[in-house]
């Protein structure tokens, strides 16, 4: 595990695009994982200045986005495939043929999660995977209890993740209760990924992940039997990780 402490949000997010403008450099058919949330938005902007200034090329790219609420179409303002339209997509050239966002709607979730894990196979896997963290130490939808062999599935969102969420919705009875995700092994499956962590709030889940036990209880400490995983957080997020990474990044 690489941890990288930035002092700031932006730096963090300059980062992780100087890191995926890089791969993508040296593989212009990259097959890319996705996160949703406030997190990468950051990284998202620089992607789009990056492909807008400096010509980064999408147009070979596969993406697969790490999950989606259950209920909701892809024109809810509050679905994943609305915000990766609105925040990365519509301002890159990604061909949408390529772009993966799971289904909510679909008419069996059961077969669409195998359908999409086959559909990542088929890609050669996914290269490199941009993951947020909860601050329960989520990845994804996999909450703590979630089983580190996890493949993509439903799963039931946690009263603290409906109420976190409940502030992008008119009501909280909105809120949808199940979501598709990607499983802890099918994010292990990646052959890089980047965990991202802003703010004092995801202090305690970066510590725990990084520095903690591996445990079911921490998903994310699942990362630290990645064999490629490089962590990059802003100086709040990175607080309460040792003093050895005082001088990192
Ligand atoms: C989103 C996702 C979630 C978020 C996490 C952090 O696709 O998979 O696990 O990464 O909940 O969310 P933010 O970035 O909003 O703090």
């Known amino acids: 595990m690489l941890v990288i402490v930035k002092e700031t949000y932006d730096d963090m997010s300059k980062e992780a695009a100087k890191v995926v403008a890089d791969r993508l450099r040296k593989k212009p058919n990259l097959v890319l994982g996705l996160a949703t ?9 620089e992607l789009i200045r990056m ?10 790219v596969t993406t697969f986005n790490l999950d989606e609420y259950i209920g909701l179409p892809p024109s809810h303002d509050q679905s994943y495939h609305c915000f990766m339209h609105e925040n990365l997509f519509k301002h890159i050239n990604i061909d949408a043929r390529f772009v993966h966002v799971p289904h909510g709607m679909a008419d069996d979730i ?24 909860g601050a329960n130490g989520h990845i994804a939808f996999n909450e703590p209890g979630s089983s580190l062999g996890s493949r993509t599935r439903i799963k039931t969102l946690t009263k603290k993740t409906i109420d976190d969420n409940a502030r992008f919705f008119a009501k909280k009875e909105e809120v949808p209760r ?45 990362l630290q039997m990645h064999r490629k995983a490089i962590v990059i957080v802003d100086k709040d997020a990175g607080s309460k990780l040792g003093a050895e990474f005082e001088n990192y990044g």
């Open 37 to 45: 949330g406030s997190t990468p938005l950051g990284l998202y902007k």
């Open 110 to 133: 059961d077969a669409f999660c195998v359908w999409y894990e086959e559909e990542m196979k088929k890609a050669g896997g996914i290269d490199l995977q941009i993951l947020g963290i």
């Open 178 to 222: 199940f979501a598709i995700t990607m499983g802890i092994g099918t994010i292990m499956d990646a052959k890089e990924v980047i965990l991202l962590a802003s703010k004092a709030s995801k202090a305690e889940a970066v510590k725990a992940a990084v520095e903690g036990p591996i445990t079911a209880m921490v998903p994310a400490s699942m």
């Open 51 to 60: 492909h807008k200034e400096e010509g980064l090329d999408f147009s070979k």
